[in-house]
């Protein structure tokens, strides 16, 4: 492994903007970060929905 190799990786593993654009994902860490996302909002929305019913309750 050549040290230019290393500090390129160092350099990309830094740098926001490249994991924000999801920088050379491959296809099924791509998928498992769409799974997941539809999980969070999923359960974002269930939060919302016991949150109401806990203050329906509280009336």
Do not use: F, H
């Not at 990309?12 to 539809?38: C, Y």
């Amino acid at each position: 492994m050549s040290p230019k190799l290393l500090y390129k990786w160092q350099k990309e593993a830094l740098t926001p903007v490249a994991a924000a654009r999801g920088a050379e994902l491959n296809l099924d860490t791509a998928a498992e970060l769409r799974q997941l996302r539809v999980l969070a909002r999923r359960q974002v929305q269930e939060l919302d929905i016991l949150k109401k019913a806990i203050a329906s309750c509280l009336l």
